[in-house]
């Protein structure tokens, strides 16, 4: 089996199969467009997983490189689970160059709470101070 691998490279990124996954299979982002999904790529700083050539697994995350992080959009495709390989993506992810220093990083997950514990990931500090605009079923309307 071939060695897992993870590239910042976008030129590298399976874009469809991103695509596929996230508005198929997601909870987060079903109906999402190919579009809406090129763009978000283009404008984040992206990392892939690969087995080979063949991408397995990716990770979002919307930053100003200076201050804040967002990670968004992780996913291992289902055959590739439990392989560790999502440990080391985030391991990846947090050890980046230039998300070094940064005031806050956040995430959202509604069922992996534990996995990203281990990353140091915790519960806001002041939730009070936190607020949001939500429109969670804004790519319903794109769903086949």
Known sequence: MPAFTISTELA???V???HRYLSKESGWAKGITL???ERAIGHSLCFGGYLGDAQVAFARVIT???TFANLVDVFVLPEHQGKGYG???MQEVLAHPE???LRRFTLATADAHGMYAQFGF???LKPQ????????????????
């Open 12 to 14: 590298e990124l399976d």
């Open 16 to 18: 469809p199969l991103i």
């Open 35 to 37: 579009d809406t999904v």
């Open 64 to 66: 100003d490189y200076a």
């Open 87 to 89: 440990k080391l993506l």
């Open 99 to 101: 998300l070094q220093g």
């Open 122 to 124: 915790t519960p806001p």
């Open 129 to 144: 101070s936190l607020m949001e605009r939500y429109f969670p079923d804004i790519y319903q309307s794109n769903v086949d």
